[in-house]
């Protein structure tokens, strides 16, 4: 994938050409650093994006347009960890050893993994715009069962643009005085994979990027820069003497506003990740197009492969560390959740519960309802028994 080898997971340099001589082999320190990085970012990645999938699907409140797109990228992180990520401890020590059938089916599913993520993000972006900058219309557009055939339609979609690497790598056997060396390399010389590399860096990073951009613009102008309604402003006077309604009302508004800010800006992070994780591959791609030898650092090559890696293994954390419905969801899965609610005195102090609607169906975005718990049915007055 670097321009001079076939996927992130490929031989750092590899050579068609026969030799004799003893085998090439990767530092020892190379090899134990990749080792512990592979082990410790997939293993992380893998366990939080399963994590993902299983508490939107076990969740009912969790099933919003928004978790479904985040659901799509947790699978596509998974191919990527799964498909780039561990190969890569194989091949470090030795050479390729998964053969030809492994060499088409794990370059596929990288190429797949990678692209469905760039579209995930893109597909949530919209979404969260369409939701914010136009409401009524979200009452139309962002429903579950529409985020369920976009997302269908982007895999059905890339899984057919990434067919043609069935026809583009294979292996090769370099044999050596000491054995032979299997690498999953280009049919073709590299030079004619530039036209690919351009379009699939135009259309899975700079369109995805350039669109987000924009898009979250317009977003943080009707979410931060923009002053609260005039309406609601003198609807929420700082005085004691308001009524207990017009307070819920209040709570519930400001509570809808600050709910839309905290996910927009998780999700923004999310972006921003990709953006700069994604950076020194898609430098290195673009240089390498142009450049003869092309620039393969063995230990350059490690870093842009461990940004690949970290990418897909991060998005579980920021959902943890910025929102408390996903952080909630986790610890239910894990069975950690405290059992404060049973051991609360009562009437102690306000305890408020909110229910939320939203037109978007977001699973953070609502118009919040909230009721004070401690405040005691007023008591039903007698009627006096007729003289």
């Given amino acids: 994938m670097e321009n001079g080898s076939a996927s992130p997971g490929a031989p750092l340099g590899g050579s068609g050409n026969e030799t004799l001589g003893r085998m090439p082999r990767q530092p020892l320190e190379l090899q134990v650093v990749t080792i512990l990085l592979v082990?410790?970012?997939?293993?992380?990645?893998?366990?939080?994006?399963?994590?993902?999938?299983?508490?939107?699907?076990?969740?009912?409140?969790?099933?919003?347009?928004?978790?479904?797109?985040?659901?799509?990228?947790?699978?596509?992180?998974?191919?990527?960890?799964?498909?780039?990520?561990?190969?890569?401890?194989?091949?470090?020590?030795?050479?390729w050893v998964y053969g030809y059938v492994g060499c088409l089916c794990i370059t596929y599913l990288q190429y797949l993994g990678i692209n469905i993520s760039a579209w995930s993000i893109t597909a949530f972006t919209v979404e969260r715009y369409i939701a914010i900058c136009h409401a009524i219309k979200a009452q139309l557009l962002c429903t579950v069962s529409r985020a369920k055939r976009i997302i269908s339609s982007l895999w059905l979609f890339t899984s057919l643009y990434c067919l043609m690497w069935f026809f583009l790598v294979d292996t090769t056997q370099v044999t050596f005085s000491d054995g032979a060396q299997v690498s999953c390399g280009y049919r073709v010389s590299r030079s004619l994979y530039m036209p690919i590399y351009f379009l699939d860096f135009a259309v899975f990073y700079i369109i995805p990027l350039g669109l987000a951009t924009v898009l979250y613009g317009l977003i943080a102008r009707i979410l931060f820069m923009s002053a609260l309604p005039t309406t609601l402003q003198h609807s929420c006077p700082d005085s004691m003497h308001q009524g207990s309604s017009l307070?819920?009302?209040?709570?519930?508004?400001?509570?809808?506003?600050?709910?839309?800010?905290?996910?927009?800006?998780?999700?923004?992070?999310?972006?921003?990740?990709?953006?700069?994780?994604?950076?020194?591959?898609?430098?290195?791609?673009?240089?390498?197009?142009?450049?003869?030898?092309?620039?393969?650092?063995?230990?350059?090559?490690?870093?842009?492969?461990m940004c690949i890696y970290l990418n897909s293994a991060i998005n579980p954390i920021i959902y943890n560390l910025m929102s408390q419905k996903f952080r909630a969801a986790f610890r239910k899965l894990c069975k950690c959740e405290a059992k404060s609610a049973e051991n609360a005195m009562p009437y102690t102090a306000p305890v408020y519960y909110s229910i939320m609607k939203d037109h978007s169906h977001d699973s953070s975005d609502h118009n919040t309802k909230q009721e004070d718990l401690n405040i005691l049915p007023a008591p039903a007055k007698k009627n006096k028994p007729a003289k």
Avoid: H
């Fill in 39 to 95: 082990l410790v970012i997939c293993g992380v990645g893998i366990a939080g994006n399963v994590m993902v999938v299983l508490v939107v699907l076990r969740t009912k409140d969790m099933v919003t347009p928004t978790n479904c797109y985040l659901v799509s990228l947790a699978v596509a992180d998974l191919i990527v960890l799964l498909a780039a990520g561990l190969p890569n401890i194989s091949e470090v020590v030795a050479s």
């Fill in 247 to 305: 307070k819920l009302s209040c709570w519930g508004n400001r509570g809808a506003l600050s709910s839309r800010k905290q996910v927009t800006k998780m999700l923004a992070v999310v972006v921003v990740l990709f953006a700069l994780l994604w950076m020194p591959y898609r430098t290195l791609v673009v240089v390498n197009s142009f450049m003869d030898p092309p620039y393969l650092n063995i230990w350059f090559l490690l870093f842009c492969r």
